[in-house]
C-alpha cells in the first residue's frame, strides 16, 4: 500500500512538473520571477511567491540594504534530473544566456548491491517488517542554480530551492566582491552590476551537511531566535540543505519517559537530563546528570522553551528547501527505567573520560523495550514537528542516533552488531516509514581492526554486519574527519553504504588560525567522486598495530604498498601514520593502501562541514561549502583565494597597484599566501594534533603547557606568520576604506597567534631562569608573560567576535529566573574552561583536572584572558619565584598532576580551588566582564607588531 502510495505521489510531482514547464514554455507575455525585481514581489500569474521563493526574498532583505536587495529577481527550477542511485560526478559552470529552464524526470532504477545489500527489499527492516520508500538518499535529486541577468536592470537568480536561490546570490557577491557569508562579518561593493551572461551550476552530490554534535554545545547553546535566524542564512548562502537540528529534543525525552514509561519526572531532571552546556555528550550517551552539584540538572522551563525554538528553526529550515536531520533512539535510558522495568536487558556502560565514574546505561537491541521507546519518541518528534513542515512532507527524514560516540560496544559478536543497528534503524521505520538513519562514523576512527578485540571491535565482519543492518539507502553515514582521517578509503567506501565527506577543522571551539590543509580540501570531494566513478581497480587501506602485523590482509611488503587513497599526507611513498613518523616499518600505528580484491561501490552522496565549535576561520568554511558546487572539479585554490580576499575587502577586482587600493590587495595577495603555507598547512607541514595550535595562555600553568589532543608547540614557520600579520596591518593602514570588519576580524585573528608565541617564547625563558636560581630573570621575565596576556586581552576586546562578556550574555538572556541564570552561567564558563569536575577519591589527574579534558574548549576572548587566565598565571609565577628563593621547601611547580605524570600538592592545588571557585562566582558575568567592544584595532597591532617581534627576535 505504501509504496502504491508513493509511486502515485511521484507520478503526480511529475506531471505538475511537466505543466509547469509547460507554462512557462507557453506563456511569455506573463510576468514571471524572472522579470520581476525583489521589491515588486512575484508574480507568477497567480500573483504570490512559491513558500521557497518567498523564504529567499526575505532572506536577501535581510543580509542586503534595502536599495540592494531590491536589484534581484528571483525563480523556483525544477528538480534537476537524478540519472542514477549512483552519483555520477556531473557537475558544469555552464554559460546560458539564451538557454531557459528546462528538465525531466528520470526513474530511477535500483539495482542489487555487491556488498551484500538487496537494495528495497524487507532485509534489514527489523521484527516490524516495514519496507521503506524509495531508495532514501540515494534517490535524491542533485541541486542546481543560475546567475544572469533579468528585465528591468535586474540580477535574476534561480534554482531548484531556496538554498539554491541563495547560493545563486553568495556565488553573485563573491564574483563581483561582496560577501555576506561568513560569520558576522559583512562587505559590499557600492555597485551591484548586472552580469552580462547567464551561469548555470550543478553539483553531482546530493547534499550538503552543517553540525557536529558537540557544535550544540561548544557554540549554539545560548542562541535565541536572532542568531538561529542569523545562522540559517549562513547555511542557505553557503548551500547547506541537510543541517543538524538537535535542539528541543529532551522536553520530548522527558515526555517518553514520564508520559510513556511512568518514570519519575524529577529523578529525570536531577539525575538524567544536563545543564544546556552538556546536553551533546548526554545526547551521544556520555554523560548523565551532569555536571553534578550544586546546581546540576535540567530546567524543565529551559527544555520547553528550547522545542518551541526548534520549531522555529525547523520550520524555517524547511522554508528554504533544506532537509534537517532530527534525532533518533540509539539505545541510551536512565538508570530509573530499572525501577519500573526490572527485567530490561540494560548494560552498565564505563565511564566516558573519567567525567561519569557511575557510567551511563543503555538498552539492548534485543529486549522489546527498545524498539517500543525508539517508536515513541519518533512518533512525539514527528507530533511536534506538525506545522513546520518536516513532519508533513513525504521523506526521506533524516535521524541522528550514534550508539557508541567514545565508547566500546558490549560485545563484537557480529550478529549482535547487527541487531543494533537493525533495531536502531527499526525504532525509526516502525513510526516514519520515510525515515533514514543517519551516523557519525566517529566510533570508526580506527577501522578497521585486523585482529579485532573488545577495545579494538571493528574488524571487517563487525562492519559489514553493523554497517548492512538497514536496507541499503536508509543508512547515511557522515565521515566526519575525511580530511585528515578518511575512514571512507579504509572502510571500502563504507562497504557501499552511502557517506558524506566532511570535515572538522576545529575541536572544542577553540580559539586560533588553523587548517589542515586549504590545498587538499580544495580538491579532496573532488578526487572521492573520481573513486566513485573509476573504472579501474579501487584500492583499501589496512590498519597495523605493530610492526609484527605489516604482513596482514595480504600485504607483504607495506613499503611497496600503492598510497593511492592516502592522499591525505600528500605523499607519493608513504602513508598516513597516526604519529607523524615516516619512517613506516618502525612507526607504532600505521596506514598502508593496497589493491582491493573485493571493490564495492563508493556511494558518496555530498559534503559537509562538521566542526566541534564554530565562528572560527571563516574561510576555511567557505572553501568546504565550495567544494559542494565545484563537484568533480577540484578547486583552483590561488584564484579562488583571491577573489575571496579581495571580496572580504568590498573589492571585485585588484586595483592599479599605484593606487592605495592596489597596495592594499598586493599586501593581502602577499599575506594570504603566507597564512596557506603556514596556519592553514597542517596536514603537509606533518601537524598531528586536533586542530589549532594551542595557546600556551589558556594551559593549565606549568612549564610544560598542555591542551588536550594538541601541542602547543606551531607546527608552522612563525616568521611567516608573523610577516602575513605586518602586511595585513598594511593594508588596513594603506586603504583604511578597505579595512572592512572582515579585514580587522583576520588582524586580531592572526595577532593572537603571535602573541600566544610570543608567551610560549618567554615561559621557555623562564624555566631557563628558574633552573638557574636566578630569581632576578624570574622576575624579569614574569613580568613581561603577564605583560603578553594582558596586550593580548586588549587586541581581543578591540573585536566584538572575541568578547567573553558576549558568551556570558546570551547565557544569561537564555534565563527566566535567578535560578536558571546561576547555573547556566556556571554551566558556560565551567564548559571552556575546566570542563569538568574533579573527581573526588579519584586519581591525581582527575583531582585536578577531570581526566584530561580541562582546557580543551579553551578560548581567548577579551575579558577571559584578564578574568581567568592571567590570575592562574599570578599564582604560578609566584610560587615560581618563591621555588627560587627557597628551592627546598616546594617541588618544582610544574610537578601538578597535568596528564598522567606528577601529584598535585602546593600551589597546583590552590590553583584548582581557584579555579572552581571562579566558575561557580556569580559576580563573573556579562556586566563586569563587558560586551562592548574597546580600542583602535590597527593602533593596538602597530604596537603590540613591534612589542612582540622584539620578545621573538624577529
Known amino acids: ?58 532572506l536577501i532583505s535581510r543580509v542586503l540594504p534595502p536599495e540592494q536587495a531590491a536589484r534581484f529577481s528571483l525563480e523556483l527550477l525544477p528538480p534537476s534530473p537524478t540519472p542514477s542511485a549512483q552519483v555520477t560526478g556531473r557537475s558544469a559552470h555552464v554559460d546560458t544566456a539564451q538557454q531557459q529552464s528546462t528538465s525531466q524526470q528520470h526513474n530511477v532504477q535500483g539495482k542489487r548491491d555487491t556488498t551484500g545489500h538487496e537494495g528495497d527489499t524487507n532485509e534489514g527492516a527489523g521484527a516490524a517488517g516495514v519496507t521503506p520508500p524509495g531508495e532514501g538518499v540515494l534517490g535524491l535529486p542533485h541541486p542546481r542554480f543560475a546567475v544572469g541577468p533579468g528585465s528591468n536592470g535586474t540580477i535574476h537568480l534561480s534554482g531548484t530551492s531556496g538554498v539554491a536561490m541563495a547560493s545563486a546570490l553568495n556565488h553573485y557577491l563573491l564574483e563581483v566582491g561582496g560577501q ?22 550543478v553539483t553531482p552530490f546530493a547534499l550538503s551537511h552543517y553540525f557536529n554534535v558537540c557544535s550544540f554545545g561548544y557554540s549554539t547553546v545560548w542562541w535565541d531566535w536572532a542568531r538561529w535566524e542569523r545562522e540559517i542564512d549562513w547555511m542557505a548562502l553557503n548551500g547547506v540543505n541537510a543541517p543538524l537540528a538537535m535542539v528541543g529534543q529532551d522536553a520530548l525525552w522527558l515526555d517518553v519517559f514520564v508520559d510513556d514509561f511512568g518514570l519519575d519526572k524529577e529523578t529525570l531532571l536531577d539525575n538524567f537530563f544536563t545543564s544546556p552546556a552538556y546536553q551533546p555528550w548526554h545526547w551521544m550517551g556520555n554523560l548523565n546528570g551532569y555536571p553534578g552539584s550544586p546546581s546540576h540538572g535540567a530546567s524543565e522551563g529551559f527544555l520547553r522553551r528550547q522545542l518551541a525554538l526548534q520549531r522555529q528553526i525547523v520550520t524555517r529550515m524547511v522554508s528554504l528547501g533544506m532537509t534537517p536531520i532530527l534525532t533518533g533512539f540509539a539505545g541510551h535510558v536512565p538508570a530509573s527505567l530499572l525501577l519500573k522495568h526490572p527485567t530490561a536487558n540494560v548494560t552498565h556502560l564505563p565511564a566516558w573520560h573519567g ?65 543494533v543497528s537493525t533495531a536502531i534503524y527499526s525504532s525509526m521505520v516502525t513510526a516514519d516509514p520515510a525515515a533514514v538513519w543517519v551516523a557519525q562514523a566517529w566510533f570508526l576512527g580506527s577501522a578497521p581492526a585486523v585482529n579485532p578485540s573488545p577495545n ?17 539507502g536508509r543508512l547515511l553515514m557522515l565521515d566526519l574527519n575525511a580530511v585528515v582521517n578518511p575512514v571512507w578509503q579504509r572502510t571500502r567506501g563504507f562497504l557501499g553504504v552511502p557517506f558524506l565527506w566532511c570535515a572538522i577543522e576545529n575541536f572544542g571551539g577553540r580559539s586560533g588560525t588553523f587548517s589542515s590543509g586549504l590545498e587538499h580540501i580544495a580538491s579532496a570531494p573532488a578526487g572521492v567522486l573520481a573513486q566513485a566513478n573509476a573504472s579501474t581497480d579501487r584500492y583499501t587501506c589496512v590498519h597495523f598495530t605493530s610492526k609484527e602485523e605489516q604482513g596482514c590482509a595480504g600485504v607483504s611488503d607495506p613499503l611497496a604498498c600503492q598510497a593511492h587513497l592516502c592522499t591525505v599526507t600528500h605523499h607519493a611513498n608513504w602513508t598516513h601514520d597516526d604519529h607523524g613518523n615516516q619512517d613506516f616499518p618502525g612507526c607504532g600505528t600505521c596506514w598502508c593502501c593496497a589493491s582491493d580484491p573485493t571493490p564495492t561501490e563508493v556511494r558518496v552522496r555530498g559534503v559537509g562541514m562538521t566542526p566541534e565549535g564554530i565562528e572560527t576561520n571563516p574561510v576555511v568554511f567557505s572553501l568546504i561549502a565550495e567544494t559542494f558546487w565545484a563537484g568533480p572539479t577540484p578547486i583552483a585554490l590561488e584564484p579562488w583565494l583571491e577573489r575571496y580576499s579581495l571580496a572580504r575587502r568590498g573589492l571585485a577586482v585588484a586595483p592599479p597597484n599605484s593606487t592605495p587600493a592596489g597596495e592594499a590587495a598586493a599586501a593581502v595577495a602577499q599575506a594570504t599566501e603566507l597564512l596557506t603555507r603556514s596556519v592553514y598547512n597542517g596536514t603537509m607541514l606533518g601537524w598531528t594534533g586536533q586542530g589549532t595550535v594551542g595557546s600556551a595562555v589558556a594551559s593549565f600553568p606549568g612549564f610544560s603547557p598542555r591542551i588536550p589532543d594538541t601541542s602547543c608547540t606551531p607546527f608552522f614557520a612563525l616568521p611567516d606568520v608573523v610577516e602575513a600579520w605586518g602586511l595585513l596591518l598594511t593594508a588596513c593602514s594603506t586603504a583604511p576604506d578597505s579595512c572592512s570588519a572582515g579585514a580587522k576580524y583576520d588582524l586580531v585573528d592572526v595577532g593572537q597567534m603571535v602573541g600566544s608565541a610570543a608567551f610560549l617564547h618567554l615561559l621557555g625563558l623562564l624555566e631557563q631562569g628558574h633552573a638557574a636560581g636566578n630569581g632576578t630573570r624570574v622576575a624579569e621575565i614574569g613580568k613581561q608573560m603577564l605583560g603578553v596576556i594582558s596586550d593580548l586581552d586588549a587586541l581581543l576586546s578591540t573585536s566584538e567576535d572575541h568578547l567573553f562578556g558576549r558568551y556570558l550574555a546570551s547565557a544569561e538572556q537564555s534565563a527566566i529566573n535567578a535560578a536558571e541564570t546561576a547555573l547556566f552561567l556556571t554551566s558556560a564558563k565551567r564548559l571552556i574552561t575546566v570542563w569538568g569536575y574533579p573527581v573526588a577519591n579519584g586519581t591525581a589527574a582527575q583531582k585536578t583536572h577531570s581526566s584530561g579534558l580541562s582546557e580543551y574548549a579553551y578560548r581567548l576572548w577579551g575579558g577571559l584572558l584578564e578574568s ?20 627546598n621547601d616546594m617541588l618544582r611547580p610544574d610537578a601538578a598532576g597535568l596528564g598522567d605524570s606528577g601529584k598535585v600538592v602546593g600551589d597546583d592545588q590552590a590553583i584548582v580551588e581557584w579555579e572552581l571557585a571562579w566558575v561557580a562566582n556569580a559576580s563573573v558575568n556579562s556586566t563586569t566582564v563587558g560586551t562592548t567592544p574597546t580600542g583602535d584595532v590597527a593602533a593596538l597591532v602597530a604596537a603590540l607588531l613591534k612589542k612582540w617581534r622584539g620578545i621573538l627576535d624577529l
Open 1 to 58: 500500500h505504501y509504496r502504491a502510495e508513493i509511486a502515485m505521489r511521484g507520478l503526480w510531482r511529475a506531471v505538475v512538473t511537466v505543466l509547469c514547464i509547460c507554462a512557462l514554455d507557453s506563456t511569455p507575455s506573463t510576468a514571471t520571477a524572472a522579470g520581476t525585481p525583489l521589491a515588486s514581489g512575484w508574480n507568477s500569474g497567480a500573483g504570490s511567491p512559491s513558500p521557497e521563493v518567498a523564504a529567499v526574498q526575505a
Open 355 to 419: 567525567h561519569m565514574l557511575n557510567g551511563t546505561y543503555t538498552l539492548d537491541p534485543s529486549d522489546p523495550l527498545y524498539a517500543q521507546i525508539g517508536a515513541a519518541f519518533v512518533r512525539r518528534q514527528l507530533a511536534a514537528m506538525q506545522g513546520t513542515g518536516w513532519s508533513e512532507g513525504e521523506g526521506p527524514r533524516l535521524y541522528l542516533a550514534d550508539p557508541y560516540n567514545e565508547m566500546l560496544p558490549p560485545s563484537i559478536d557480529p550478529t549482535y552488531l547487527r541487531g
Open 456 to 472: 579494538t571491535p571493528w574488524g571487517w565482519d563487525q562492519l559489514e554486519a553493523f554497517l548492512h543492518g538497514p536496507p541499503l
Open 180 to 201: 555576506v557569508n561568513t560569520w558576522f562579518t559583512r562587505s559590499l561593493p557600492a555597485n551591484l552590476p548586472q552580469p552580462t551572461k547567464s551561469t548555470e551550476v
Open 868 to 887: 581567568y587566565y592571567k590570575p592562574r598565571w599570578v599564582m604560578f609565577i609566584a610560587a615560581v619565584e618563591a621555588s627560587v628563593r627557597a628551592p
